[in-house]
Each structure stands twice: as C-alpha cells, then as structure tokens.
C-alpha cells in the first residue's frame, strides 16, 4: 500500500484504527509508549523503568477508556491512601482530570460513576488482608501504581476479580436501571462484551526498603526468561514530553548512584546492596578440595506453599534449606551445594534422607531448631538418619545476625568459595539483599554451616 495515494478518508479510517480506544475525559494526547500501552488489549501489561516515564497517566488513561458503556467497571490501586492522594498521585490526578465534567465523586465509596453507569473505583493494600476488601467485585480493569509496593499474593488474587457478566443478567440489569429500548440493550451488549480484560502494573525498580515486598516484579514481568507472554513497555524520562527534564535531572543526581541507576535509567539489573554481603566475595569454582571437612547444615521449615502467610503478609512461606559446606586445612571454606523445598513433613523427612545418602556418610548432618521447641523433630531426624552422624542445634537468641557478620568479614576476606551449580543466582540474590529481603532461609543454612565448620561454634551452640 503506497500511503502518498489514500485519499483523505482512507486515511482518517486507517487513523482510527492504528489508535487505541479513546475516551473524551483524557485531557492530553498520549506519548508513543503511553499509546502501545492503550493499544494492547493483552491481559497482562507493565508499565515501568525510569520515573518521569508518564506510569501514573498510563494506568488513569487506560481506566477511562471504556467508561462510556455501561457496565464496565475498573479498579485502581496503591500501597497506601497516603499515596494515593498525594500530588501526581492516582486520585488526585483523577480529580484534575474530571472535577468538571459529567463524571460523579461518591467519596465513601472512593469511586467516579460515569453517566453510562460504568465507575472507576480507587483503593489501597497496605495491610496482608486488605485484598479481601474486593471479595464479591467484579473488575474489568485493574491497574496498580507503583506495584513493587505490593505483595505479589495481593496482587494476584485481584486477577479472581476480574471477569464480564453473561448476557441475561447484564441485560435484565440495564433494563431495570435504565429506559433504553430492546435495539439499544442489544447494541451497549456488543460494545460489552469486546471490552478486553485487563490488568496493568506500573513501576520503577524496588529500592532498598521495597525489596521485601517488590522483588517478584522483575521475574514476573522484566526478566525475558521468566516474563513468559507478559508485555514489558519500558519508558523512561526522554519519553514524556510534558516534563522539565532538566530540573528533574538535577534532582536526580543528587541521589546514590544505586538509587540513582534506578530512577533516572529504569535500570532493573542494578543490585540493590543490603548491609552486610556484596557477591563479589564469593569465588565461583568448579569444585571443592577432596580433603575437606564436609556438613550439611538444615534450616527446617514445614509448609508448602499457600498454606499460611509469612511475617511479610505473604503466602510466600519459608523454605526448608540444606547447605553443604567444606572446610580445608588452611582454614578455607566452601559452599558446596544448596538444595531447598517447600513439601509437608513426610515429604521432608525422606528429601533429608535421600540427601543424606547421596551426600555420604562423611558429610555429618546438623539440623537447627528454636530453644524453645523442636526437641521432637530433631529426634526424630536422628532416628531417622540412623547410621550417619546428625545431631541438632539450637541457636542462641539473636545468633543469626552476629554469625552472619562473622561470615560477612570471613568472606570479604576472600576465604570463601561456592561451587558453581544452578542454585548458586538465588543464594547470592538471598545474600547480597540480606537482611532486607523477604527470605533468609539459605543464609540460615549457610551461615550454620559456616559456624560448624570454619567460626568459633562451641561457644555459641548446645547439641541435644
């Protein structure tokens, strides 16, 4: 198609159909990533890189652009109220955008209704139970700002919120409601049902204080190798025209250079450093020496997964972890091997054992448990790995902290070694955000096999 020949109308049909579906209450005309984000009628969308990117617009934009026909209805979100009502912020961008036009505030029920009927509704998950309060809603949009503020539990139960109605109901409803005729229910029906479901996220990379709750989001939808089907539009400052980007450049550059990588260039790879291990210390090698001391050191835990929630408020339960530590006689210690499962205690019971028999009889066996309790578990273990040498500790009030630095200072002393294997991302993950991150069930393992090993242990431990 030679596009120097369409006539005038041809062009203004090919227009429309190269444009998302528009609404009259959007007050500006979308940037170029802002419009890909409106096109996409994909289920699952995100938004996110550096701040400035227009991330807030977007979510707004994409709630309102079905609210001319009845019965649509859709859901936006922050961490807090506090957030949600700050300047630029989801709500009080809301009221800019509408506080002239036919669309009416309900503040009790924070919600717009449209005079379609179709509403726009504002809330916040701030505590682990908060995501009930949508119990009964039936959503056909979702947008969260700022998603790496949330718990990945809490926004994925919102996609049980999302669904049409069926055909009878819908039109017995606008029937009662409203004095439109038979030819109009139908035509507001099929306008309906082709409204795509939706659910959008937003966000800049998780800082330092959100990476406890924020860490899922770049597995879930930045990482190519885990994002799956899920869309990532990366939009930075350079594509938000409506901005003063060189004051907010000079704002920018104040901060941490980390901090800084984040916002200014959405750099999802940078690491957020915790405050106490930096990766680089850890030698990568092939192998362990073969005249080494060897313990496989357990940090038990009996959960599944989604069977209760975590400190956190998450159903993101702690795992069960064993590591396999060695130690040489210069005194020089080695990460051997990590393996961790979430499984009820049967199942745990006999992941120990098999462990137990591939590891060998030269691998002694130590299994953690509270001052307070676990008598019971660690006996039976023993019963259990009859034959190899286990035994139970009990760790000291406060112990993990204060053996952790102990590591820390042993490994930046370049003492320490893991061997290469595909679990070894996950444990530097889990040691370089230590201890802000949501687990510390490998650096538990790890800093006991560390203790057994190589620290200064009996003055610290008992045994059963």
């Known amino acids: 198609m030679n596009l120097k020949n369409l006539s005038e109308e041809e062009r203004e049909s090919l227009d429309k159909l190269m444009l998302p579906k528009w609404s009259k209450y959007i007050p500006h005309t979308p940037t170029i990533k802002q419009q890909a984000f409106l096109w996409l009628n994909d289920f699952e969308v995100f938004y996110g890189g550096a701040v400035g990117g227009g991330k807030s617009d977007a979510l707004l934009m994409a709630a309102l652009q079905y609210v001319d026909i009845p019965g649509y209805n859709a859901l936006l979100i922050r961490d807090t109220y506090t957030n949600l009502v700050k300047p630029e912020g989801l709500l009080t961008r809301a009221h800019e955008w509408l506080h ?30 908060d995501h009930f309060n949508h119990m009964g809603a039936a959503y056909q949009f979702v ?13 994925t139960f919102l996609f049980s919120r999302m669904r049409s109605r069926d055909p009878d109901s819908y039109k017995n409803d606008l029937k009662v409601l409203y004095d439109y005729t038979e030819e109009q229910i139908e035509s507001f029906y099929s306008f309906y049902k082709s409204i ?35 869309i990532f539009i990366p939009a930075g400052l350079d594509d938000n025209p409506h901005l003063n980007k060189a004051e907010y450049l000079t704002s920018l550059n104040r901060l941490d250079p980390v901090t800084r990588a984040q916002l200014l260039k959405g750099d999802w790879n940078i690491r957020v450093k915790g405050r106490m291990f930096d ?15 060897r313990c496989r050191f357990y940090d038990p835990a009996h959960t599944a997964p989604a069977a209760k929630k975590n400190a956190a408020g998450t159903t993101d339960p702690d795992w069960f972890v064993g590591c396999k530590g060695a130690s040489t006689e ?7 091997h990590i393996r961790r499962w979430r499984k009820h205690p049967h199942e745990s019971e006999q992941a120990v054992l098999s462990q137990a028999k591939i590891d060998g009889r030269e691998t002694s066996i130590v299994i953690e448990r509270e001052p307070s309790a676990g008598v019971k578990l660690v006996a039976d273990y023993i019963r259990l790995l009859a034959g ?29 070694y893991i061997v290469n294997g595909p679990w070894v991302e996950d444990a530097l993950d889990e040691l370089e955000v230590f201890p802000d991150g949501l687990h510390d069930d490998q650096v538990r393992a790890m800093v006991g096999a560390f203790n057994e090993l190589v620290g200064t242990g009996q003055t610290n431990i008992r045994w059963l």
């Not at 002239?100 to 505590?127: H, M, V």
């Not at 947008?143 to 926004?155: F, H, K, L, Y």
């Not at 998780?206 to 930045?222: D, F, N, S, T």
């Not at 190899?388 to 930046?412: H, T």
Request: glycine content about 6%; some cysteine.
């Open 330 to 336: 210069q005194k020089l210690f080695y990460i051997e």
């Open 100 to 129: 002239n036009s036919d669309a009416r505030w309900k503040g009790e029920q924070k919600q717009y209704i449209f005079p379609s009927g179709a509403t726009i509704s504002f809330s916040y998950l701030d505590g682990p139970q």
């Open 143 to 155: 947008g969260i700002d700022e998603i790496v503020s949330i718990r990945e539990n809490q926004a």
């Open 196 to 230: 795509p479901l939706r659910f959008r996220a937003a966000s800049n990379p998780p800082l330092a204080e959100q990476i406890a709750r924020g860490e899922w989001v770049k597995k879930r939808y930045v990482n190519k190798d885990t994002r799956g089907d899920r």
């Open 279 to 293: 990766r680089s210390w850890f030698h990568i090698v092939d192998q362990a020496p073969a005249a080494a001391r």
């Open 388 to 416: 190899f040498v286990c035994r139970g500790y009990i760790n000291p009030k406060g112990y993990l902290m204060d053996q952790a630095m102990a590591f820390a200072s042993y490994a930046e002393a370049g003492n320490c």
